[in-house]
């Protein structure tokens, strides 16, 4: 039974052979996986580190007194009154 992806498959793997590349590599593929997958963890992670550091400084600053959350009020005109 030959059905199309049985062709296309061995017709990739023939030309491999011929074209001096070395077939797909399961162990390699999943190497690379994990690799990327690491990779992009660790920059996830900094970026929420980063978040940590900021928030850490907000509230440090908040406390020593030099910010404020409270809005200051507006200069009031003779109109409103």
């Not at 580190?49 to 910010?67: A, C, H, P, V």
Request: proline share 5%; aromatic share 8%; glycine share 8%.
């Amino acid at each position: 039974m030959s059905t199309t992806a049985h062709k296309v498959a061995t017709h990739a793997a023939a030309r491999t052979k011929t074209a001096g590349r070395r077939p797909p590599s399961v162990l390699r593929e999943i190497a690379y996986g994990m690799g990327l997958g690491l990779f992009a963890g660790y920059l996830w992670k900094l970026h929420h580190w980063s978040n940590q550091r900021r928030t850490r400084e907000f509230y440090s600053l908040l406390d020593q007194g030099k910010i404020t959350v409270v809005a200051d009020e507006p200069p009031r005109t003779g109109a409103d009154d």
